[in-house]
């Protein structure tokens, strides 16, 4: 006969083990298994449902360039979307045996040729009614785009070096541009392109430069992107165009540039540069602001200075030499009204004055400079002297207000100091008065 | 010639009329007559009674300047900050009463505090003057609550976070916080609500409790006398008669009006280099800024609270804070009654505690102004 | 006599110095606070808080089909008298880079003009880099003053 001590334990490991010997045993199973699966359970329906083939559970153990990890594979938003390796590379996912699942029978493909990639993705990426099944609003016209690419052109006469779908989408790992880490995310885009056309020796058999990327990296377009944050600003593909990359072409540029800068473009085509540039051959925006390294513009950049672009064209005594010159002091002499207007507010606001609205009347000032400053486009000197007239009244306005300022507090302050002398008349005569009432006392009398 | 009576100030011969007059009408000379007489203690620490007095006329210029004030602010969340702004660019010397409302409150609390700790060291609370201990205390506390509440009047970033730290701590206080929060917030968030309530606080409850204690505090005091420090009372003794005691007026008064004058002098002087500022207004959908942290007298309190681990054993490291405090507070209050004979061993002890209080204050506060410097 | 006599001749002199230095320094001083204090009684001549209320503009400032900039707490504002009369109102700082936006009567929209953003009437964002929609303001016609005010609530 079992002891006590002996039941208990096996009824524990009845309860807890596989074999159920009563009724009641077995409900508590099911109960614990539903218990345990019903979240697990949920949790599955919350992530994508990665369908299982035999093609990652082998190739998740091998190495590069074989290796597809199952991490890799769960990333890739066709998976996510229900499609396994067969709809590139063809064979059966479902069958164990590398045999059958990579067999011709069943469609086997293989590692298609690079010059084959771009037709092949688009057998479903350009067929519209196939692509509505997953989303409706996705375009469907990147290979047309591709095909009128520079790389598309080269890969049509077998120059496999190009650029091909996967070489910036990513190959096992393809992640929506929207999602950050995507390759193709407006963030990561320049980087992208950067791993060839940085790449001097893999570019020396092209004719063209490499220090795009570490232009446009030293550029105020890359800083606003990357350090502001801004998705709106600028960057390979948004002036190079991305599935139909190529370079605008010079009598393109100012459209280019245009779609942002409107104001600027606009005062261009009324200015006599527009027909000289047009002459010359060169690209309007870029001559002075260079195509990649476009770093932010100072006052100094116009004008006859040292760092003047003027003077690349135009020579001492000639009209626009002398309008440069006109135009440079204008702004330069905003600019200082400015800053001194605003030296005199921080003084006073530093003293404890207010001077909240003279600081709202500066920012008008500012917009008039930065309108001046767009406004140089026009290269005429009378056009940007309007703009800058009215920042030099609003400046020479806050600077009053700034005056007066401190102005108010040496009034304050001198008000002070006639306060304290009455006061100190005050403290001398009560101590003069204790003085005398003390001695009064101590010399005697009740 | 008659002696010419030794209290009588300079210029008595013109108001001569003036008092008989009033004397035929008020009764004059008998309500005055214990002025006359009354006198303080000579001996080499009678200067701190002066503190006393000064507390006194801080608040009455903080009664002054918040009267002028209320001719121009306007207490709803829409406008209050706006009003200040006016009061400080647009009123005739408004930057002036703002000015020193603002530093006169935190001198007045500072006096008062030194007041506290002047008549525990020189042992003036102690039988009979449990009672004036008692009141003094109550007014120290309405002090407090008389910068809290109107720091938040501008309707600053900072007074406003400020405000919302301090009554979520009030709100951990075990049965009593949250209702109390409520009470305090006039509703669960700091509103416009929050603001009109402290309004009310600070301009009319406070004030009325605040006029009554100190009725009685100085009754008290004119009933009891001044007291003279134990440490002093041998050379006191030792002091001929008619050198012990210095007439309140003029002598003593005229003394004090010398400080009065000062510290009208420091006042302007602060108010005319260090306006205080107006900041930004509230916005309570902003995030809270870095670095947000109470006036400099609620400092030590806050720094203590910010160093207690969250957890000491079961107990929530906040609630053990506040309860702490709480607890030092209620036997501060109650030090006359636990202190015993003036002159007993258990005084030693209260010293003792008070120079471990004044320098667990003085150096939290420091302690909590470099954490936020950094 | 209760007093001893004058330690030096020039006793009466200086008591005369005392009584004038505490009579005259108490006058003074008096008048040195009571001076600010009464100015401050004078109410000044503006009474506008410029709160989260404002006074933008009196009727019949705006013509149909253009727009203002006015002061609102401490940013500019934008008053805008549509084609068909109605005032819009709405935060004059453009969400991009904080330029000062104007309206366009040409377009009859809201325009920044440093990297060509347009907002529409009700300060949605529609065109260009903006990120973000102006905050509208809510306007309401007092007798002749075409006033300004913050939107409460959601």
Redesign the interface.
Known sequence: MRSKRTRLIGNWLLAIGFWPKAKSQELFLVLAAACLLLPAGLFAQAQPQIAKSSCVECHSGFPEPTGVTEAQWAADIHAQKGLTCAGCHGGDPSEPSPEGAMSKKAGFRGKPKRTEIPAMCAKCHADGAYMRQYNPSLRTDQFAQYQTSVHGKRLAHGDTKVAVCIDCHGVHGIRPSREPRSTVNPLNVANTCSRCHSDAAYMKDYKIKTDQFAGYSASVHHEAMVVRGDLSAPTCTTCHGNHGAAPPGVASVENVCSTCHAFQAQLFDISPHKAAFAAMGTGSCITCHSNHRIVHPTDAMVGTGNEAVCANCHATGDPGFVAAGQIHDDLTRLDESLKRSDEVLDKAERSGMEVSQARIDEAQGRDSLIKARVTVHSFQPAKVEQDTQAGMKIADKTYKAGLQALAERDYRRKGLGLTLITIVAVLIGLWMYIRQIESRNESGGS | MASVPEAAPPTATHSNRLVRWLDERFGWEQLVAPLRHKTVPVHKLSYWYFLGGMTLFLFMIQVLTGILLLLYYRPSANEAFESVQYIMTQVQFGWLVRSIHSWSANLMIFTAFAHMFSVLFLRAYTKPRELTWLTGMVLLFLALGFGFSGYLLPWNTLAFFATKVGTEITGQVPLIGKPLLIFLRGGEEVTGATLTRFFGFHVALLPGITTLLIATHILLIQRLGMSVPPGQEAAWKGLPPNQREMPFFPNFFAHELMAWYVALGVLGALAALYPWELGSKADPFVAAPAGIRPEWYFMFMFQTLKLIPAKVGPIDGELLGIMGFGLAGLVWVLLPFLGGDRYGRRQVFIRGLGVFALAYMVSMTVYGYMVAAK | ????EP?TKSEPA??R??????????L??A???LY??L??????A?TD?????VVAAKVGDLKANSGKIF?F????GLLVRTADGEYRAMSAVCT?LN??VQYRGDVREVWC????GFYDLNGRNVA??P?RPLESYAVHINGDDVVVSRRRGA
Not at chain 3, 1 to 4: E, Q, R
Not at chain 3, 73 to 76: E, L, Q, V
């Open positions: 006599m209760d007093h001893a330690a200086r008591r110095l005392m009584q004038f230095l505490l009579g005259g320094g108490l003074a001083s008048v040195a606070f600010p204090v100015r401050y009684l004078v109410p000044p503006a808080l410029g709160g989260d209320s002061r707490g401490s940013r500019p991009h330029c000062t003009a440093c990297h060509n260009g880099p990120p």
